[in-house]
């Protein structure tokens, strides 16, 4: 997965233990901080599909299911992402994947070239969400900076300044 979370490092049970296993709920759970409710919950949205079942139906996770759920918990929490940009993320990055495996299939330059348009916009779909949430972050740095300088006035006011409100008497 290209968009990564800020912090994909872990020395923790899945990346020690011998690579292709797989693992339960709660221990994937345990392992990247979330609850077995919150993991059922994504796979409901289409977030998340275990790698397998075992023969009693249970969940089974794979090293790479782990990753995606670190993915998805610090676009949620690190970032205020919604689980529907995080879907939306998360399907152009499925579909950029497809793409390049497409693209190295084939010699073929004409579908090369449309496979690497449809890569470019998958992109710039991503790029746009990305700038969409940066737009929302800055309205509310905005907002918050006047309520500040509404406040600083108020302030300024009680320390012997102008009035906070000039078109109010005092």
Do not use: C, W
């Not at 020395?11 to 339960?24: F, I, K, N, S």
């Not at 993991?39 to 969940?59: D, F, H, M, T, V």
């Not at 676009?75 to 205020?80: K, S, T």
């Not at 689980?83 to 073929?108: K, N, P």
């Amino acid at each position: 997965m290209t968009l990564t979370h800020p912090n994909p490092t872990s020395t923790t049970a899945a990346y020690d233990d011998p690579p292709g296993r797989l693992l339960r709920i709660q221990e994937v759970a345990e392992e990247v901080g979330l609850t077995p409710r919150s993991i059922r919950y994504y796979e409901e949205r289409g977030l998340l599909k275990p790698a397998a079942r075992s023969e009693g139906a249970y969940r089974l996770y794979d090293a790479d299911d782990v990753e995606r759920l670190r993915f998805i918990k610090g676009l949620r929490d690190d970032a205020g992402f919604s689980l529907a940009d995080i879907g939306a993320l998360l399907e152009d990055e499925t579909e950029r994947a497809r793409i390049g495996a497409q693209f190295r299939a084939t010699v073929d330059p004409d579908e090369r070239r449309a496979l690497l348009r449809e890569g470019i916009a998958r992109i710039d779909h991503q790029v746009e969400t990305l700038r969409a949430k940066i737009g929302r972050l800055e309205s509310m740095i905005d907002a918050a900076e006047t309520r500040r300088r509404h406040l600083d006035a108020h302030l300024g006011e009680l320390d012997g300044g102008g009035s906070a409100h000039p078109e109010r008497p005092r």
